[in-house]
Nanobody, 112 residues
């Protein structure tokens, strides 16, 4: 099994930036894809961004050009740099391995 520990997030004004981190431990040899989902109140969970072990990335259309996902394979950690944040980015962000959410969740609130 893989254990995921998230950090980052919080409250930020519209237009601001935040960075999320997610560190994996355990059966890390099985990790191919790491990434992020988010879930806002009353809405379905949606994919935000994913990155493969060789650096290929996928982004939701709603975050393209504003969010950047990166990965440090030596540290088994994935990052999500979020810039130009909008109120509609407000959600609980969940780290995922191989498409399966497993982090504890991090609240991101974008509000003035």
């Amino acid at each position: 099994q893989v254990q995921l520990v998230q950090s980052g997030g919080g409250l930020v004004q519209p237009g601001g930036s935040l960075r999320l981190s997610c560190a994996a431990s355990g059966s890390i040899f099985s990790i191919v894809v790491m990434g992020w989902y988010r879930q806002a109140p009353g809405k379905q969970r949606e994919l935000v961004a994913f990155i493969t072990s060789d650096g290929k990335t996928i982004y939701a259309d709603s975050v393209k050009g504003r969010f950047t996902i990166s990965r440090d394979n030596a540290k088994n950690t994935v990052y999500l740099q979020m810039n130009s944040l909008k109120p509609e980015d407000t959600a609980v962000y969940l780290c995922a391995v191989n498409g399966v959410p497993g982090g504890q969740g991090t609240q991101v609130t974008v509000s003035s």
